[in-house]
C-alpha cells in the first residue's frame, strides 16, 4: 500500500529548514519527493543516491539536480549548503559519515536526519506495538484515497536496508561527533536528529 513512512514526516522536517536557507544537499534521496519539496521553498537542491536506478526514476525538476553519487565517496565542498537532509539513507552508510556531513554545512546550517534504527529496548517495543495499528489504520486510508484520485502507485523504489545500530547507541554517537544534536524518538520506527552547525560553539 502507498503509505510512506519517510513522506508521512516532510512537514516536520521543513520546520527544521532555517528561515532565508538557500542551499540544500538531500542525500539518499530516492526517486526526489522531499528534494523537490525543498526546491518548491526556494532552495536550490542537490540530490544524491548511490542507486542509478532511482536517480533515473527522479528524472528532473525545477531547481534539483540529480546525480549518482556515493556520499562516502565523493568530496562535499566545505561550508556549502544550509541544509543537509538524510531520510532512512544514513543507516546505509557508516554513522561517522555525519562528520563528512557537518563539514559540508555554511555557518547557521542544519543537518536533519529522520533515521531508522530497530528494537532494542522496552521503549523500542512499546512505540513499535503502538505503531502496528496505527500504520495499519493509515495505510488503508492513504490507499483508499489514491485509488479515488487514480494515482499510480510508484514503479521504482529505492533500496531498502534494515537498520542495525540501536537508538541509544545513535545518541551516544551523535553526541560524540555531533555535540549539541537532539535525537527525538518517533512513531513508524524512526527518529529525528537535529544538528545546527553553530550548536558546538
Not at 64 to 87: K, Q, S, W
Request: include cysteine; aromatic fraction near 6%; proline fraction near 8%.
Amino acid at each position: 500500500m502507498p503509505f510512506d513512512h519517510n513522506d508521512h514526516y516532510h512537514r516536520l522536517l521543513l520546520r527544521h529548514v532555517p528561515p532565508g536557507a538557500l542551499t540544500a544537499l538531500d542525500v539518499g534521496c530516492g526517486t526526489g519527493r522531499f528534494a523537490r519539496k525543498l526546491a518548491e521553498r526556494g532552495l536550490r537542491v542537490e540530490a544524491v543516491d548511490a542507486s542509478d536506478e532511482v536517480v533515473t526514476a527522479a528524472g528532473t525538476a525545477p531547481g534539483v539536480v540529480f546525480r549518482v553519487a556515493d556520499v562516502t565517496r565523493v568530496r562535499l565542498p566545505e561550508g556549502r549548503y544550509d541544509v543537509i537532509t538524510c531520510l532512512a539513507s544514513l543507516h546505509h552508510v557508516p554513522f561517522s559519515t555525519v562528520t563528512t556531513l557537518r563539514a559540508a554545512l555554511a555557518p547557521g546550517g542544519v543537518l536533519l536526519v529522520l533515521g531508522c534504527h530497530p528494537e532494542h529496548s522496552a521503549a523500542d517495543w512499546a512505540v513499535s506495538l503502538l505503531a502496528v495499528p496505527v500504520n495499519a489504520v493509515a495505510r488503508l486510508a492513504v490507499a483508499v484515497w489514491e485509488r479515488l484520485r487514480g494515482r499510480p502507485r510508484p514503479a521504482v523504489r529505492a533500496p531498502v536496508r534494515p537498520p542495525t545500530m540501536p537508538l541509544p547507541e545513535i545518541r551516544a554517537e551523535a553526541e560524540r561527533l555531533l555535540p549539541g544534536s537532539r535525537v527525538r524518538r518517533l512513531l513508524f520506527w524512526r527518529h529525528l536528529l537535529v544538528f545546527h552547525e553553530d550548536a558546538a560553539r
